[in-house]
Nanobody, 122 residues
Framework: QVQLVESGGGLVQAGGSLRLSCAVS????????MGWFRQAPGKEREFVAA????????EYAKSVKGRFTISRDNARNTVYLQMNSLKPEDTAVYYC???????????????WGQGTQVTVSS
């Protein structure tokens, strides 16, 4: 049984930082790409960042490029999302997901975590 568990969300002021973690179990972590998505109230789920299985390739949404960094530790079966210079519009539930290949499309991901809330106050 594959499980993805996010942590690290919370309330932060604009300009602040948070680091999200996603621990994966039940599958060979190092052979799968990982992604982060987010969904704000009343909006569709949107792509945030993705990383290839080995970590050599990353993709970012334009809205977060230069502020967010995705990374992974294959020894710990964990993927991270470092979020700096946070803005109120970054407020959303953040989900990690696992895919057979790196993708910006949520349809390419077959396992998802339960999500963690990030709230950025102005």
């Amino acid at each position: 049984q594959v499980q993805l568990v996010e942590s690290g969300g919370g309330l932060v002021q604009a300009g602040g930082s948070l680091r999200l973690s996603c621990a994966v179990s039940g599958r060979t972590f190092q052979t799968y790409a990982m992604g982060w998505f987010r969904q704000a109230p009343g909006k569709e789920r949107e792509f945030v960042a993705a990383i290839s299985w080995g970590g050599s390739r990353t993709e970012y949404a334009k809205s977060v490029k230069g502020r967010f960094t995705i990374s992974r530790d294959n020894a710990r079966n964990t993927v991270y999302l470092q979020m700096n210079s946070l803005k109120p519009e970054d407020t959303a539930v953040y989900y990690c997901a696992q895919s057979s290949w790196i993708s910006t499309n949520y349809r390419g991901y077959d396992y998802w975590g339960q999500g963690t809330q990030v709230t950025v106050s102005s």
